[in-house]
């Protein structure tokens, strides 16, 4: 399958404490961990590039899509944002990664603020609420994570398809971290944890989290062109 990494790629040239975590990106550790896989070729694509790393061509050439983002989420272009969409709505597989739950794309698939309560440097528990899911293969117990950015509810997200992972921190504060959506012909799942100024992507377990969610997420049928809404009256 083809997969797609695509990270705003600011705060690791801007921030010290940032690079030395992620001194090539949170994209190619990313990258470095799914390439692993015999059924996956995986390329990243960042802000900076020609058509924000997204171009129609890009996209007619992915399976599944990650999207790691922050501070840049304005930055993305409603043309952009929309491209995205359409595909997500044609099959493509999408999975935005911690801070992405602002993304433009996101938000218009999902219709939503996405509003969530954060604060810094809490201790998370992550606790697998729906182990039979495809996503949850081979997490049999919580994964820990001594620091992580807190997000607490309310989430302002519709009612997911399936809640996998439930967070539960240190300052007791809880939240759905890793929901499911389907919007046309498209899967979707958002993932909590991620935070840029922790090593959460070198955890084996998050990393298996997220092969899984790669797998589960690529389209078994992809429409070609346009895709339509039709309205009924």
Known sequence: MKVTVWNEYEEELLYEDVKRVYPQGIHECIREFLAKNED????CVTLSMPDQGLSEEILRDTDVL????????????????ERVKRHVLMGMGFIPLHSAHACRPLKELLGT?????WKHGEREKLICVAPSHPIARGITEPVILEQEEMYGEYFDIPKPDDVVFLGWFSNEEAFRSGCTFTRGWGKIFYFQPGHEEYPVYRNPQIQQIITNAVRWAAPVNRRDGEYECVQVH
Request: charged share 30%; hydrophobic share 40%; glycine share 4%.
């Open 40 to 43: 996956m070729e995986v390329r």
């Open 113 to 117: 603020s996405m509003n969530l309560r």
């Open 66 to 81: 990650l999207w790691w983002g922050h501070q840049a989420h304005e930055k993305v272009t409603k043309e952009t944002a």
